[in-house]
């Protein structure tokens, strides 16, 4: 019974929301990747580039709120999700022509595609904070759980209760959904196909005459999609608030690097090796120990290897010793 | 282009029309705070200028070497807590000893032993051991200086002494922290250095964020000496107040006037020797060395530069000016505040502040620092007056007129960006060019 119970608090405390933290940032992690891997650079610009995407679909939950529609259980947001998705596309196809484009067109060197990056990165942070502010935003609405914590214990009768969040389900499923759409486009699709192909050597790619534009056109699209989903499945499961989208970057860079950048598997696979991490290396264990020890054994410390609030420290430590034996990644990723 | 050619003095005399102008429009209070903060934006730049001007490195962990300078400036200058030395000091030191020795030990098995399965459990084993054994003595010490009067120290302290000798100190301590990470991270490509640089700022934030018994965490460290007299002193002593009284003006407008000033004359002073280094640097063969590098790695590696060494040398400098920055950055606040470290301002406005001004060109990153730092401080008011000017036909309470003044002030991270933008695109070298 007690190893039950260790069990369910393992999963309710780490396995479940590492879970969901890890498809948000696969998710944010292909977005980067996929611009790493087609326009080779460094997106500074992602992470407001998902604030920009969330506070759309957040600007929409409330106007469709407003206007008594709502999705029953299920967030309402989702509705909103695909005018996101298709204002960020917008932006950041707008963001190309007038940036990047440019610089494609006079063969800039990577690092000053980088450094506008963070010019686009500043606006669009001033833009979102300007439209939205900068404090706390809820949209979550519907059914808030698939099961709570008390009716998993009468279900079972365990002491330890698993509550399973909607937007964590919620979370899971669409990122399963997102990859396999992405990697069936990737794979089965004529421009998915030219643009593995333009990823993998640029110039025969040129050669066998795909029209760049077009796949730097997708790349955007897809990009846009990506990262709106990440920011609003990442918005509904904590809460959004711009900065906190700033600084998912670093994880987000953090997974992308690890599973080695370019390469969309090894940015899924990336993304759960963080949070997975990042979240059994600051969660207390003495509930989940306590359970499996006989109680004259008993911990007297929380058994937390380190405080929450380094959580930034865990992805970071983890992509530099990564780097040290891997230096493009777990998967391999490319190098420029 | 060099230093005295008719545009450089003409940018610089502009920048000068700017500060000259805020005091008359606003106060001369108010011009020389933003000139203080300029003068240490100038170093700052003149610091990340070194590391990707001369070398083309891309540091954006710029806020992680400032924030040890201020840090230094704690370490330093502060009191020590007796009591807490007492009661945990020893356990502390030994804590972080043992944690050192744990590394060292790693690094050793990891030399010493042949390449192997054997190896690959070692290290972990010796890493994993090291951390517990590190923890079971440090937490102690930690919670012993931690329990000690909580609400007013509750850390270890400093040293007591003169708050400017943090200065170098807080060089020194950035350039040990460049050190580490540049033997770890500059063998990474352009992008990757810069996510590791992001990445170890953090973790810098985030130690001095939670390590209460280094720096009081985020409790701060408020009343840090100072290396001048303070208003107060100055509106009770004879000399001031017979000085104000002969040429008739306010003594605390003049008292809080002649406290910037002496941080001024200090900060320019600091600004000036490094000014000078930097341009012997640059233009030294040390400089044409570090250029010739940063444009053709491969081609400088053939000649026979080590082009691995040569990086690490440029790291360190460049971040040692910039903790030097942060050091006296918090000497003119008075007071450590780890939460106020944030990328946006710390990191990605000096960079800014670099592009701006110009690249690789000494002159170019003091300008932009006293531009940018002017710009960001006054877009605000700019903004609110321009949201006035648009909102002005609105009814008072018109929600849109409401939300557009509120929002003025984010006016500025914008305004950043379409500077950093246009200048990338129009006048990529910067307003002064690199020669």
Request: charged share 10%; net charge positive.
């Amino acid at each position: 019974m007690d190893f039950l119970n260790a069990i369910v608090a393992l999963a309710n405390f780490v396995i479940i929301p590492a879970t969901a933290y890890g498809a948000q940032l696969a998710l944010g992690a292909l977005g980067v990747t996929l611009i790493y891997g087609i326009l080779r650079f460094s997106n500074f610009a992602h992470g407001d580039t998902m604030a920009f995407g969330a506070m759309v679909t957040i600007l929409v939950t409330w106007a469709l709120q407003g206007a008594g529609v709502s999705l029953g259980p299920l967030p309402t947001a989702l509705l909103a999700l695909p005018a996101g998705i298709v204002a960020t596309g917008l932006l950041v196809i707008g963001t190309d022509r007038v940036v990047y484009r440019f610089y494609r067109a006079h063969k800039a060197k990577p690092v000053i595609y980088v450094i506008a990056s963070l010019g686009v990165m500043f606006i669009m942070n001033g833009v979102v904070r300007f439209i939205i502010g900068v404090d706390d935003q809820r949209f979550a609405d519907g059914e808030r759980f698939i099961i709570s914590a008390r009716t998993f214990r009468n279900l079972t009768g365990l002491d330890e209760g698993l509550a399973l969040r909607t937007s964590q389900g919620l979370t899971i499923v669409i990122a399963i959904i997102a990859v396999m759409l992405l990697f069936w486009f990737l794979n089965r699709t004529r421009t998915g196909k030219s643009m593995r192909a333009f990823s993998d050597n640029e110039d025969l790619a040129l050669l066998s005459g795909i029209n760049p534009e077009r796949v730097v056109l997708y790349t955007w699209l897809i990009v846009a999609a990506l990262a709106t989903t990440a920011g609003v499945l990442y918005g509904l499961d904590k809460s959004f608030k711009p900065f906190t989208y700033f600084q998912l970057l670093l994880p987000i860079f953090a997974s992308a690097i690890v599973g080695g950048l370019g390469n969309p598997l090894g940015a899924i696979l990336g993304g759960f090796v963080i949070a997975f991490s990042e979240i059994s290396i600051t969660y207390a264990f003495r509930k989940v120990v306590g359970y499996l020890l006989p109680e004259a054994w008993e911990p007297d410390g929380l058994l937390q290897l380190l405080s929450t609030d380094y959580k930034f420290a865990v992805s970071f430590g983890i992509l530099l010793i990564v780097l040290l034996f891997r230096p493009t990644g777990i998967m391999k990723g490319k190098s420029i | 282009m060099t230093a005295g050619s008719p545009k450089t003095v003409l940018l610089f005399a502009f920048v000068t029309v700017l500060f000259i102008g805020t005091g008359f429009m606003q106060s001369w209070n108010t011009a020389l705070t933003i000139f203080n903060m300029g003068l240490i934006s100038a170093i700052m730049a003149l610091g990340v200028n070194m590391q990707w001007g001369y070398a083309g490195l891309f540091n954006v962990g710029v806020m992680g070497f400032v924030a040890l300078g201020g840090l230094a400036a704690v370490l330093v200058s502060m009191p020590p807590v007796g009591e807490a030395w007492a009661a945990g000091g020893a356990k502390v030191l030994a804590g972080l000893a043992l944690g050192a020795a744990t590394i060292i030990g790693a690094i050793l098995v990891w030399q010493k032993m042949p390449p192997g399965r054997l190896r690959g459990l070692a290290v972990p084993a010796v890493l994993v051991a090291g951390f517990f054994i590190f923890r079971a003595v440090f937490d102690q010490g930690v919670d012993a200086v931690e329990s000690i009067d909580p609400a007013l120290t509750g850390y270890l302290g400093g040293l007591g002494l003169p708050i400017v000798l943090a200065w170098p100190v807080g060089g020194l301590l950035a350039a040990g922290a460049a050190w580490i990470i540049g033997k770890t991270a500059l063998g990474l490509r352009s992008d990757y250095l810069a996510i590791a640089t992001l990445g170890i700022a953090e973790i810098i934030i985030s130690v001095m964020k939670n390590e209460d018994w280094l720096g009081r965490g985020v409790k701060n460290v408020t009343a840090l000496p100072r290396p001048v007299p303070y208003e107060v002193e100055l509106q009770a002593s004879d000399w001031f107040l017979s000085l104000t009284g002969q040429f008739g003006v306010n003594p605390v407008t003049t008292s809080s006037i002649l406290v910037k000033l002496s941080y001024a004359g200090l900060f320019i002073l600091v600004l000036l020797v490094l000014i000078w280094l930097s341009e012997k640097a640059l233009n030294s063969p040390w400089g044409r060395m570090m250029r010739a590098i940063r444009d053709n790695e491969v081609s400088a590696s053939a000649m026979g530069k080590n082009v691995k060494a040569r990086h690490l040398q440029i790291f360190i400098l460049g971040s040692a000016v910039c903790g030097l920055a942060g050091a006296m950055m918090t000497t003119l606040d008075g007071q450590l505040v780890p939460s106020s470290y944030q990328p946006l301002r710390f990191t990605f406005l000096v960079w800014v502040m670099v592009i701006v001004g110009g690249s690789g060109n000494n002159w170019g990153a003091v300008l932009g620092g006293f531009l940018i730092w002017w710009l960001w401080i006054q877009v605000e008011p700019i903004g609110l007056l321009l949201m006035q000017v648009i909102t002005s036909g609105m009814v008072e309470d018109n929600g849109l007129r409401i939300h557009l003044l509120e929002s003025a002030a984010y006016m500025r991270l914008l305004t950043m960006g379409l500077i950093l933008l246009l200048v990338l695109r129009f006048s990529p070298r910067g307003l002064i060019p690199e020669r």
